[in-house]
T-cell receptor, first 115, second 114 residues
Framework: AQSVAQPEDQVNVAEGNPLTVKCTYSVSGNPYLFWYVQYPNRGLQFLLKYITGDNLVKGSYGFEAEFNKSQTSFHLKKPSALVSDSALYFCAVRPKGSGNTPLVFGKGTRLSVIA | GAGVSQSPSNKVTEKGKDVELRCDPISGHTALYWYRQSLGQGLEFLIYFQGNSAPDKSGLPSDRFSAERTGGSVSTLTIQRTQQEDSAVYLC????????????FGDGTRLSIL
């Protein structure tokens, strides 16, 4: 069965510094990978996805993520953090060839950007 | 609107009562999903509808939980004889028929059982 691990419950970073939110996955075969952000009292908002091709994918609000097949990782990054980036971040996976089956989510990482 | 709509946004009810939660997916989306999110926790899959196929109910935690999707569009999640442990945010998501596309989420229903 597929799974996602987000090893850090909380990440703190100073405004203007680069940020990384870690994600590793376990899936049979090749994955579709997704990152979402959740602000208080809101649903999850899609940030970016990896489907195939270039290992570095760019998404909304200046976020990017790098797919590393050998390390089964898909870490979320941003060169310069903003206070407004403070939120809960979720990584998710779906095996290729599984159709439209539900995404499997990690437990989430709370990002706090300090001014 | 263009997004997934859920109602009510908040629901407070007494233990033992039945509740119905509604989800309006994005028009044209064939897949619809229900998840549960407990305070500060990740997402727990509940049930999944894909077109006219039988739903995947493998995530429902007990037989008090059921869901239906009428006409391939609106879905209702019903919880019978609610318990305090049912208190959570219930999130609905929809997606197109392409597996490389993301799920789009509503803002959820916050359910509190007294």
């Amino acid at each position: 069965a597929q799974s996602v691990a987000q090893p850090e419950d909380q990440v703190n970073v100073a405004e203007g510094n680069p940020l990384t939110v870690k994600c590793t996955y376990s899936v049979s075969g090749n994955p579709y990978l997704f990152w979402y952000v959740q602000y208080p009292n809101r649903g999850l908002q899609f940030l970016l996805k990896y489907i195939t091709g270039d290992n570095l994918v760019k998404g909304s609000y200046g976020f990017e993520a790098e797919f590393n097949k050998s390390q089964t990782s898909f870490h979320l990054k941003k060169p310069s953090a903003l206070v407004s980036d403070s939120a809960l971040y979720f990584c998710a996976v779906r095996p290729k060839g599984s159709g439209n089956t539900p995404l499997v989510f990690g437990k989430g990482t709370r990002l706090s950007v300090i001014a | 609107g263009a997004g997934v709509s859920q109602s009510p946004s908040n629901k407070v009810t007494e233990k033992g009562k039945d509740v119905e939660l509604r989800c309006d997916p994005i028009s044209g989306h064939t897949a619809l999903y229900w998840y549960r999110q407990s305070l500060g926790q990740g997402l727990e899959f509940l049930i999944y509808f894909q077109g006219n196929s039988a739903p995947d109910k493998s995530g429902l935690p007990s037989d008090r939980f059921s869901a239906e999707r009428t006409g391939g569009s609106v879905s209702t999640l019903t919880i019978q004889r609610t318990q305090q442990e049912d208190s959570a945010v219930y999130l609905c998501a929809s997606s197109s028929g392409n597996p490389d596309q993301p799920q789009h989420f509503g803002d959820g229903t916050r359910l509190s059982i007294l």
